[in-house]
Structures are given as C-alpha cells and as structure tokens.
C-alpha cells in the first residue's frame, strides 16, 4: 500500500509543487509551495486523528493534503480539477477504485465552494486548507506592496494560526492572532466570509460546530 512518505518523496509530485510555487509567485500569489503542502497534510492528518477516523482515513487525508494544490501550475483558475486529474494520472494503479475517487473527489472539492459535500476527506481538506493563514505566505518582500495586496496584508497580519478541535464539545475552533496594527479585523471578513462558511459547512458534515476566535474575540 503506498504511504504518505512514499507520495512525499515521489519526483513527479516533488516536480507539480515546485514548478506551481514558480508559477503562483510570478503572479503575485501567496506561498502554495512545499511548506504549504506539508502545513496542509499535518494539520488534515492530526484532525482526522482529533476527531477519531481511522488510521487508513488519516493517511488518506495526509495524502490528498500534500496533493491538493499540485494542479496550480496548470493554470490557477481550474487547479483543483487539474491536481484531482494528475493525481489519477500518477497514482491510478497505487490506490483502490474507491480510495482513488476519494481522494481526486476531495483534490477538485477544496476549491469548489458550491458543492454538497458527501466525502469526510474533502471536508478535512477544506478546513485545513482554508485556515492556513501565516506571515510567511507572503512571498513579495516590500511593505509598500503588501500594503496594496488585501490577501498579503492578511496573511501577512496573522502571528498565530491553529484549529483546535473539542471531540466532546463537537467544537472545531479556528484560532487566529492578527497584528491589528497593520490590519483592521474587518478587512478578513472583507475576503473570508466564503471560506469561513465554507469550513463552517465543512465542520457540520463532520458533526462539528465551527468556531472562529481572532485576538480572544469569539466571532463565529
Ligand atoms: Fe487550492
Ligand atoms: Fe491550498
């Protein structure tokens, strides 16, 4: 059975990341390369573990995690069906029919903010990715250019990210500190709202309320 350090370590998979920071940085993205990949995979397979799936399920998460963003090279706009695809392409004998399609479900639904969701993979996914926000996802260096960039300036405002998960409480809560010096707190609802209801339909289809706290304030 393949693992998460054989997918890890795979060339062609190393090659889709690497080439989709170079693409993301031309034009002006945040930071989609291997720390991206790697803070998706281990935030997919400790909630997948908090919330008590099975082993196999955490893996699977862990996989799709490293995977999800790989198709950004292709093209931004349709990523999500280009990594589900190249996915298949790569691992289509490595995986079962059902794990495949699990896993290339949950790839095309983490940017699919439309879609009813039916797969505890794509709703891991979803909640890890979308809460990833850090300082050090801001590749341009200058202040200057920051300060023009509304997705810069919010990752750039956030100290401290984490999603904590309260099994007997059914609570998943996203902790965010932000530097309200350099971003007012309303400027995330400004470009979050989707995404945070997003993880907020993500978390129910685990049975899971979704919280948000910035700076000790209960927002959600
Ligand atoms: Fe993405
Ligand atoms: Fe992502």
């Known amino acids: ?22 693409t993301l940085k031309a034009i002006g993205y945040t930071e989609h390369g291997l720390p991206h ?22 893996e699977l ?9 790989m198709g950004n090279f292709f093209g931004r706009t349709q990523h999500h069906y280009w990594g589900a695809l190249l996915f298949h392409q790569i691992f289509q004998n490595d995986f079962s029919p059902r794990e495949i399609g699990l896993i290339t479900q949950a790839i095309v639904n983490h940017d ?4 009813k969701l039916t797969n505890t993979i794509s709703a891991i996914i979803i909640l890890s990715d979308k809460s990833e926000m ?25 100290t401290k990210s984490a999603l904590k998960v309260n099994k007997k409480k059914k609570q998943i809560t996203l902790v965010l500190k932000i530097d309200t010096n350099f971003v007012p ?10 995404r945070m209801a997003y993880c907020r ?10 919280n948000l706290v910035i700076n000790n304030f209960k927002l959600l």
């Open 37 to 58: 990949a790697n803070l998706v995979s281990q935030r997919s397979k400790d909630l997948a573990q908090e919330i008590g799936l099975n082993q196999r399920t955490q």
């Open 61 to 69: 998460a862990a996989i799709t995690g490293f995977c999800h963003d």
């Open 185 to 194: 707190i309303i400027e995330y609802f400004e470009i979050f709202t989707e």
């Open 201 to 210: 339909r993500a978390a129910a289809y685990l049975g899971y309320k979704f």
């Open 112 to 115: 699919k903010y439309t879609v």
């Open 134 to 158: 850090r300082r050090s996802r801001v590749i341009t260096k200058s202040l200057q250019k920051i300060k023009k960039d509304i997705h810069d300036r919010v990752n750039y405002a956030v």
């Open 1 to 22: 059975m393949i693992t998460l350090a054989k997918i890890k370590n795979h060339p062609q998979v190393l090659e889709f990341i690497r080439q989709t920071h170079i």
